[in-house]
């Protein structure tokens, strides 16, 4: 089974295509705690078709796998929008690919399906005046939501904002302090303040759990990362020939502290490359993380699996 650890997705037919992809647990990750009710329902809705499923396979014969019927890759038109011609037959393709990378013929899988409560850095500066840790901290309460974030420093986009982003990474740090929860972080050329934000919160808090989703920063700072026992996350920049230095940190980063994700709708893996992505490709990102660490296909979703409740132990299997 795997993992995707962050992607951003809003209709059904997208998350049931990725149960056939042998894809079983989602972290739909918030970037606005004004769109968080949204995603909560998506959530729900995902544990009350599990329920229902459960409860049809009670009341089949022995040996007799559940499915949900309608659903699947067929109700997803359109999922290849970003070039108008990735449509649902070669989501069909992956979805196949993934079964069989995972041992061959199995039940339809319903995803488990999680969420964070944070605000992306892109619109810190919008949000400062709204948006506390008392909010962010009530917003964690919920149950499905595991994580604080997705929240961090991007400077690529944002250079012109750096204070207000890191005030509103400061509120982040503080809620994960209070709450426990991990911090999702979001970081893009801003190294120096992360590093000096993380160590001094960690100070504070005795601590801090998280995870720099969508990696793809240097050794330097993977191992400075490493050094505060967070996980780094493998998006489909792995695979792309324009990652083999991304790619490289990882081969080096412990097995045990690595997550793979698909950030979909964007940065969709190799073969795919171009279109928009969605959980169901995070099998070809797997692949990849399994060939630079030598490891099979079955075995990284395992591990990869297993790092995820590792880390967001909120989340029950």
């Not at 013929?105 to 944070?118: E, N, V």
């Not at 890191?166 to 302090?177: D, P, V, Y």
């Not at 950030?263 to 990849?288: C, H, M």
């Amino acid at each position: 089974m795997f993992t995707d650890s962050h992607c951003h997705i809003e209709d059904d037919a997208t998350a049931f295509r990725a149960g056939e992809a042998g894809v079983g647990v989602i972290l739909n990750a918030g970037k606005d705690l004004d769109e968080a009710a949204a995603q909560l329902l998506m959530c729900e809705r995902m544990d009350s078709l599990r329920a229902a499923q459960s409860a049809a396979d009670r009341g089949r014969p022995a040996g007799v796998a559940g499915e949900l019927n309608g659903t699947g890759a067929g109700g997803g038109e359109g999922t290849g929008a970003g070039d108008g011609d990735g449509g649902s037959g070669e989501n069909e393709q992956s979805a196949g690919r993934g079964s069989e990378a995972c041992g061959g013929t199995m039940k339809r899988i319903i995803p488990q399906m999680w969420t964070s409560a944070g605000v992306h850095p892109d619109s810190a500066p919008n949000k400062l005046g709204r948006i506390g840790v008392a909010e962010i901290v009530r917003a964690a309460e919920h149950p499905k939501v595991i994580a604080i974030g997705e929240c961090g420093l991007d400077y690529h986009y944002g250079a012109d904002a750096k204070a207000e982003q890191k005030e509103m990474f400061a509120r982040h740090i503080e809620a994960a302090g209070i709450t426990g929860l991990p911090l999702m972080i979001h970081q893009r050329e801003a190294e120096d303040d992360m590093l000096d934000m993380l160590r001094r919160g960690a100070e504070k808090f005795g601590g801090l759990a998280g995870v720099i989703h969508c990696f793809t920063s240097t050794q330097a700072f993977a191992d400075a990362v490493r050094e505060l026992g967070f996980y780094i996350s493998a998006s489909g920049i792995v695979t792309f020939k324009s990652g083999a230095d991304v790619a490289a940190v990882f081969a080096s980063y412990p097995a045990d502290k690595i997550l793979i994700e698909t950030d979909s709708p964007y940065l969709a893996p190799v073969p795919y490359r171009g279109k928009t992505n969605e959980p169901a490709f995070v099998v070809k990102t797997a692949e990849k993380i399994a060939a630079i660490k030598g490891l099979t296909i079955e075995e990284t979703a395992r591990i990869t699996t297993d790092n995820f409740f590792k880390l967001y132990r909120k989340a029950k299997r």
